[in-house]
């Protein structure tokens, strides 16, 4: 059956994805808003991609009619770099929720489905071996570590929605990104002023034949995952015509992806080094180990650990994440050498 998807922040690492996928595989139709258009280019010119230029803080009468005319709601628009909760917390939670709760408001008002983004940050400093999201308990810092602006301001989120779900019969999905990565995630830009996430910032590095900084040494791991990966979750989720994903809370990640961020690290040097283009600057690369505190500043925590438990996912959707952190890292790797 046709649908007709409605995407905020369709320019985004996921919301970009989404939509070419959406485009190449299925009849249904995206209705699209973003500040931006540059990674859209394809999208653009497609007869079932209907955008709109427009800031959602700014627009809710184009919000309003869309959310009416489609059929699921998926409200992207979120800063979502560590290093803007420590210098800009309030820009967090104005835009990723009280700028968010009126479009959730609104698809409550309309009898829409959600589906929103929630995050692995919820899951905060939690200690257990999987994040699961029924039993994990939310682990935070102190208050003057802004670092958790983010995952509170998306567990409220997380919390509203689930209540509307209660409280007013919403149909609403919530998935949780283990740090997605693939191509087009970060501008290099990003990585240059220090905003983006790590593996933007590692790359960046490696073109330039800077120095990589190790956060706290670089112990800390994380389960990397293909944006493809992630992706084709995101589709099984839209496609679900059975209810059964309806209330959920899902996981999206790669256990099989758990690294330290030194491993990382390595992994991209020596992978760069496959590439002609990029051995000379990869070999000047060096690493470098600093506190925390001195790369964000005294708001910053950050988790040790972060796997995700995927059960539901799997059971429920039928998915389970297949691209390896080393072909993951090669996509990024070969986009970046096909527009060099
Ligand atoms: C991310 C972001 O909060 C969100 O993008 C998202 O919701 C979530 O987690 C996710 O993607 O699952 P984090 O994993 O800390 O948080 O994001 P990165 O900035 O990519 O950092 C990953 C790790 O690399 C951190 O431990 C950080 O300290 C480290 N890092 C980062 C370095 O060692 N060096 C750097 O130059 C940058």
């Given at each position: ?19 070419r996928r959406?485009?190449?595989?299925t ?7 973003d500040i931006a ?7 653009l010119?497609?007869?079932r ?5 427009g800031?959602?803080r700014l627009?809710?009468a184009?919000?309003d009619a869309h959310i ?17 909760y ?6 967090v939670?104005?835009?990723d ?12 008002k309309?009898?829409k489905?959600?589906?929103?983004p929630?995050?692995s940050?919820v ?34 989120m ?6 509307y779900?209660q ?27 220090g905003?983006?996430r790590?593996?933007?910032k590692?790359l ?23 944006i ?22 899902y ?11 030194a491993e990382?690290a ?11 283009a990029l051995?000379?600057?990869a070999?000047k ?17 950050d ?7 995927i ?7 039928s ?12 996509s990024i790797?070969t ?6």
């Amino acid at each position: 059956m046709t649908k007709k998807i409605l995407i905020l922040g369709a320019n985004g690492f996921i919301g970009h994805h989404l939509s070419r996928r959406i485009l190449d595989t299925t009849t249904w139709e995206v209705h699209a808003m973003d500040i931006a258009q540059d990674r859209l280019s394809e999208q653009l010119s497609h007869p079932r991609f209907h955008f709109f230029k427009g800031d959602i803080r700014l627009e809710q009468a184009w919000i309003d009619a869309h959310i009416q005319l489609c059929d699921i709601i998926l409200p992207l628009v979120a800063i979502a770099t560590p290093a803007t909760y420590i210098s800009d917390p309030l820009s967090v939670f104005e835009l990723d929720f009280e700028a968010n709760l009126p479009i959730v408001r609104a698809t409550v008002k309309h009898g829409k489905r959600l589906v929103f983004p929630s995050t692995s940050e919820v899951y905060g400093m939690s200690t257990d071996e999987e994040f699961n999201p029924e039993t994990t308990q939310l682990v935070y810092g102190p208050v003057t570590k802004s670092r958790w602006i983010y995952a509170c301001s998306k567990q409220l989120m997380d919390r509203v929605i689930c209540a509307y779900g209660q409280q007013h019969g919403l149909r609403f999905t919530l998935f949780r990104p283990f740090n997605w990565i693939g191509q087009g995630q970060d501008s290099l830009a990003a990585a240059h002023e220090g905003s983006s996430r790590v593996v933007t910032k590692f790359l960046y590095a490696i073109l330039h034949g800077q120095p990589i900084t190790l956060v706290d040494g670089g112990a800390q791991h994380r389960s990397f995952t293909c944006i493809t990966d992630g992706v084709e979750a995101l589709m099984r989720i839209l496609a679900d015509t059975s209810g059964l994903a309806d209330g959920k809370i899902y996981n999206i990640g790669n256990p099989h992806n758990d690294v330290s961020v030194a491993e990382l690290a390595n992994r991209m040097v020596a992978i760069a080094a496959e590439y002609p283009a990029l051995r000379e600057s990869a070999a000047k690369v060096h690493f470098q180990a600093l506190p925390g505190t001195d790369v964000y500043g005294s708001g910053y925590e950050d988790p040790r650990r972060r796997i995700p438990n995927i059960a539901a996912a799997k059971t429920d959707l039928s998915w389970s994440p297949e691209v390896g952190l080393d072909a993951a890292l090669r996509s990024i790797f070969t986009a970046y050498d096909a527009c060099a």
